[in-house]
């Protein structure tokens, strides 16, 4: 009889220990699906160009630069954020959105004849079709290169791994067996 109460004492042990990882991973599910898109403050902005010399104008003399770096999107557009490239200017931000408090921003990631620029964009400037193709995750916000996001802060990086729910639930299934 001891050893049988004994036995069902561990039973309700690990059974609390399931219901209370249950419950963890029942608020952490919560926050995961809160909307973040409101969320968006800062992006990558920047430019992966080719500088030529202009002096030479051969092959041989062109450098890749590379300019990215994550900003708050109300400061993206100060002038010293404006990037030189040979001929070509880039600037980022809109000032006229900036002032505005209520701006939700999207970060952009475009490429143009071999570049590639990355921006914070008004969300009412940006494409109409992205947040279709940002639920989608065959395009996750991409229609051919063009990509644009406002799921969270730096979400036009190269590449986004994000690790499922099923795995982090199973894997805590299994910790709570053992």
Not at 21 to 30: E, G, K, Q, R, V
Not at 37 to 66: A, F, H, W
Not at 154 to 159: E, I, Q, V
Request: hydrophobic residues 35%; negative net charge; glycine residues 8%.
């Amino acid at each position: 009889g001891v050893q049988r109460a004994g036995g069902m004492m561990q039973l309700l042990a690990t059974h609390g220990k399931m219901q209370s990882i249950t419950s963890l991973l029942c608020i952490l599910y919560f926050f995961l699906l809160i909307d973040k898109g409101s969320c968006t403050r800062k992006c990558y902005i920047g430019v992966n160009d080719y500088y030529n010399d202009p002096v030479t104008l051969t092959m041989y003399d062109q450098e890749e630069v590379v300019t990215f770096k994550l900003i708050d999107c109300n400061k993206a557009h100060y002038p010293k954020e404006i990037v030189q490239v040979n001929e070509r200017r880039y600037e980022f931000g809109d000032e006229a959105a900036a002032k505005n408090p209520n701006t939700h921003w999207v970060c952009s990631k475009v490429p143009s004849n071999g570049r590639q620029k990355k921006d914070c964009v008004p969300k009412n400037k940006a494409p109409e079709w992205y947040p279709h193709l940002l639920e989608n995750v065959d395009y996750q916000g991409c229609n051919g290169g063009v990509c644009y996001c406002d799921n969270e802060d730096g979400c036009n990086t190269a590449t986004h791994i994000s690790i499922g729910l099923i795995p982090v639930l199973v894997l805590a299934a299994i910790y709570a067996i053992v």
